[in-house]
């Protein structure tokens, strides 16, 4: 179980909304969101309502300022990452609907380029675990989580711009 507190100003100041699941729209909590403190559990907090905008993946800790991670909005969405004690395994594709060069993951991989000579993937399967999909090589740029399930077309996610270039077990030493 996991339980994250969010905090309408920075260094926890301001009304606080205490949260220990996934939450579409934290505005019907608080006006604005700008710190946070994770008591336990991993999240991945949104900068707009629904899961949608840019995501950080949060891990038990205190988040006094968001703009010190580069998060320029405020928080809008979180989502709980559940723990995941067994196999991981993902099937990862050069091009939407699944087509393409298609390669299997069961453990990180900091760069598809130099590990499958892959210079894009635009699908995956997510069989087993949760990820965190990213933008550059080593675990750099922009991120995605992906839990258990299809994503025939990162483009029609609202991720047209972004390349997905390594990926990331999320283990479960949230």
Do not use: T
Not at 2 to 25: A, H, L, T, V, W
Not at 26 to 40: A, E, G, H, K
Not at 115 to 130: A, P
Not at 138 to 154: A, D, I, L, Q, V
Request: glycine share 8%; proline share 2%; net charge positive.
């Amino acid at each position: 179980m996991g339980k994250i507190i969010f905090y309408e100003d920075r260094n926890f100041g301001g009304r606080s909304y205490e949260c220990m699941s996934d939450c579409p729209e934290i505005s019907s909590y608080l006006s604005r969101c700008n710190s946070c403190r994770v008591d336990s559990g991993c999240f991945m907090v949104y900068d707009r309502a629904n899961y949608m905008g840019n995501q950080y993946f949060l891990r038990r800790g205190e988040y006094s300022d968001y703009s010190r991670m580069g998060m320029f909005e405020s928080i809008r969405s979180c989502r709980m990452i559940p723990m995941h004690r067994g196999n991981f395994r993902m099937r990862i594709y050069e091009r939407e609907n699944f087509g393409g060069q298609m390669m299997e993951l069961m453990d990180d991989c900091d760069s598809i380029m130099d590990r499958y000579r892959m210079s894009d993937c635009q699908s995956c399967n997510v069989m087993d675990g949760h990820w965190l999909m990213y933008e550059q090589p080593h675990y750099r740029g922009r991120m995605m989580y992906m839990r258990p399930g299809e994503y025939r077309s990162f483009r029609d996610m609202g991720y047209s711009n972004m390349r997905f270039m390594s990926m990331r077990r999320i283990m479960d030493s949230c």
